[in-house]
């Protein structure tokens, strides 16, 4: 999904903020938070969506020009779709994410933190969904911005929030800091996998304010547990 047309490009680039990162303390704890013994191991959320009833109108395609073949999948608590992980450093420019180390990068996300600014795809571990559109809409779907996701990679689990919004035929993207937490390849420029990712986005559910990890991970591992049936 690192592939724009080149007005949107060039309309990005006009509105580039600096690409320094900012130097006041954040409004929230970013550091990395531990999951628990207790946590919901990835094969038994793998095992919950081995099976898939399509909530989506088509298929979706992980990259421009690739062969559409990636439903929305959904239950009465949750939507998925196994994909590719395309790398979305968009939002607050910082160190690793800006118009240097990403030809492709916009200052901006769908949704915003708590004091208006856009997200830091370099902190926040968060995904992308489609936008709204003929195939699929989040939104009639008990999603929305700050929605817990658990993104599954091989045996890691991390949890993270629905916070930016993607081409409304691709799927597959999830911040710098997701990729990092799981193992991948966070570069913007070739990193990402191109495929064996599993996201499951749990309905009705939210992270507020939209940037506190360690409350997306807490609410990530009560859905899990719901979601796997274990109390």
Request: hydrophobic fraction near 40%; charged fraction near 25%; glycine fraction near 8%.
């Amino acid at each position: 999904m690192r592939v724009q047309s080149l007005s949107l490009a060039a309309a990005s680039a006009a509105l580039l903020a600096p690409t320094t990162a900012p130097t006041t303390t954040p409004p929230y704890d970013d550091r990395p938070v531990t999951r628990r013994a207790d946590a919901v191991a990835a094969a038994d959320l793998l095992a919950k969506v081995r099976d898939c009833v399509p909530v989506s109108r088509g298929n979706y395609r992980s990259d421009y020009g690739a062969p559409a073949t990636i439903p929305v999948c959904g239950t009465r608590d949750a939507v998925y779709w196994k994909a590719d992980m395309d790398i979305d450093c968009d939002g607050r420019p910082g160190p690793r994410c800006n118009r240097r180390t990403d030809p492709y990068f916009a200052p901006s996300t769908a949704f915003a933190q708590s004091d208006g600014r856009p997200l830091s795809a370099e902190r926040l571990p968060f995904i992308v969904v489609p936008a709204p559109g003929r195939i699929w809409d989040y939104r009639e779907h008990g999603v929305r911005g700050g929605s817990v996701v658990a993104v599954i990679h091989r045996d890691r689990v991390q949890y993270a929030v629905v916070g930016d919004t993607g081409p409304q035929h691709i799927i597959g993207e999830a911040s710098y800091a997701t990729a990092k937490a799981l193992g991948i390849r966070p570069d913007p420029h070739g990193g990402g996998v191109p495929s064996g990712v599993t996201y499951i986005v749990f309905k009705n559910t939210r992270v507020s304010p939209i940037e506190d990890h360690a409350a997306a991970v807490a609410a990530g591992e009560r859905a899990a547990k719901r979601f796997v049936g274990a109390r």
